[in-house]
């Protein structure tokens, strides 16, 4: 798998093989085949500036385990399931 940024401030559509259509928002990332990473379409955009490849692998450009900002908390409080604390105790 081949990550794939969108750099622009616009909402991109880019042609994939099959039929297939990737849809990025601005500043978003999606990840293609290896194979779709040499389209046409794919190194068009590149060359425009409009996307940037991040990388290869299953989990390439991905940023929550370094960025500790992004990870959720799971240590410390826990979110209540129940009611509140009205009626009868």
């Known amino acids: 798998m081949i990550t794939l940024l969108n750099q622009t401030s616009k909402f991109l559509r880019i ?6 259509v ?4 601005p500043r978003k990332e999606g990840q293609v085949s290896s194979n779709d990473a040499g389209l046409d ?13 991040m990388g ?22 826990h979110t209540r399931v129940g009611g509140g604390r009205r009626g009868d105790r």
């Open 15 to 20: 042609a994939l093989s099959r039929g297939k």
């Open 22 to 25: 990737l849809r990025l928002g």
């Open 41 to 53: 379409s794919i190194k068009r955009l590149v060359d425009d500036g409009s996307i940037k490849i």
């Open 56 to 77: 290869a692998g299953a989990q390439a450009g991905s940023s929550a385990a370094a960025n500790p900002a992004l990870r959720t908390n799971v240590q410390g409080h």
